[in-house]
């Protein structure tokens, strides 16, 4: 049973995605709230997450700073970040800030459920736009800022998610397990924290 906390400012979004994983099984919607605030102060200390789903655009604290809010109340925590936002230096920021994983909310809800299984089994999520986003900071145009390139693999596996290749097609494709396509997109995600940790804050990458 993944146990799921939603923050989401937009009223019909936020009822909508609390609607339809109510309805799923072998998901239980504990919290919902509209902004950062008011999610943490409703936080009850026997309610434990396993993933929390939230919105980048928020009022008052942004996704981006709840993630940090999120992962130092509860480390084990997995946050996906939704957000209409698909710019790099967004993308960084919440990865670097310990989200693991980042969909459009153009993302149909049952992509949504798709991800967030994918979290919860040890892997990460990567949407095909974002995949877009993550090969243009590998691009060599900008080798001074990779201290650890993909590997040929992975970036096999990120070519197939631009694409818009599901992992059990990705899987079949590079003829390797599902579980060895999500732990390729998580090592992706580990380079892009170790690597552009500091010049993310800075704000440097656009």
Same mark, same amino acid.
């Given at each position: 049973?993944?146990?799921?906390?939603?923050?989401?400012?937009?009223?019909?979004?936020?009822?909508?995605?609390?609607?339809?994983?109510?309805?799923?099984?072998?998901?239980?919607?504990?919290?919902?709230?509209?902004?950062?605030?008011?999610?943490?102060?409703?936080?009850?200390?026997?309610?434990?997450?396993?993933?929390? +789903?939230?919105?980048?655009? +928020?009022?008052? +604290?942004?996704?981006?700073?709840?993630?940090?809010?999120?992962?130092?109340?509860?480390?084990?925590?997995?946050?996906?970040?939704?957000?209409?936002?698909?710019?790099?230096?967004?993308?960084?920021?919440?990865?670097?800030?310990?989200?693991?994983?980042?969909?459009?909310?153009?993302?149909?809800?049952?992509?949504?459920?798709?991800?967030?299984?994918?979290?919860?089994?040890?892997?990460?999520?990567?949407?095909?736009?974002?995949?877009?986003?993550?090969?243009?900071?590998?691009?060599?145009?900008?080798?001074?800022?990779?201290?650890?390139?993909?590997?040929?693999?992975?970036?096999?596996?990120?070519?197939?998610?631009?694409?818009?290749?599901?992992?059990?097609?990705?899987?079949?494709?590079?003829?390797?397990?599902?579980?060895?396509?999500?732990?390729?997109?998580?090592?992706?995600?580990?380079?892009?924290?170790?690597?552009?940790?500091?010049?993310?804050?800075?704000?440097?990458?656009?």
């Amino acid at each position: 049973m993944i146990k799921l906390g939603i923050i989401e400012d937009d009223d019909l979004i936020r009822q909508s995605l609390s609607d339809y994983f109510a309805g799923e099984a072998g998901f239980q919607v504990l919290l919902c709230a509209s902004s950062v605030e008011e999610f943490m102060n409703a936080w009850e200390d026997d309610h434990y997450f396993d993933i929390i +789903l939230s919105d980048i655009g +928020l009022p008052h +604290l942004s996704g981006i700073e709840g993630v940090r809010l999120i992962k130092k109340r509860a480390p084990k925590c997995q946050v996906l970040m939704l957000s209409v936002y698909n710019d790099t230096q967004r993308i960084f920021q919440s990865l670097c800030a310990g989200a693991s994983g980042y969909v459009s909310k153009q993302t149909a809800f049952a992509k949504i459920k798709e991800a967030l299984s994918s979290i919860y089994n040890g892997g990460a999520f990567m949407s095909p736009d974002i995949a877009r986003k993550v090969t243009d900071y590998f691009n060599p145009v900008h080798p001074s800022k990779i201290q650890d390139p993909l590997t040929t693999r992975e970036e096999q596996v990120l070519h197939a998610i631009e694409e818009g290749l599901t992992n059990k097609i990705i899987a079949e494709r590079l003829n390797i397990s599902i579980e060895t396509v999500k732990t390729h997109v998580k090592k992706i995600y580990q380079k892009l924290e170790v690597n552009s940790r500091l010049d993310i804050v800075r704000g440097k990458y656009k």
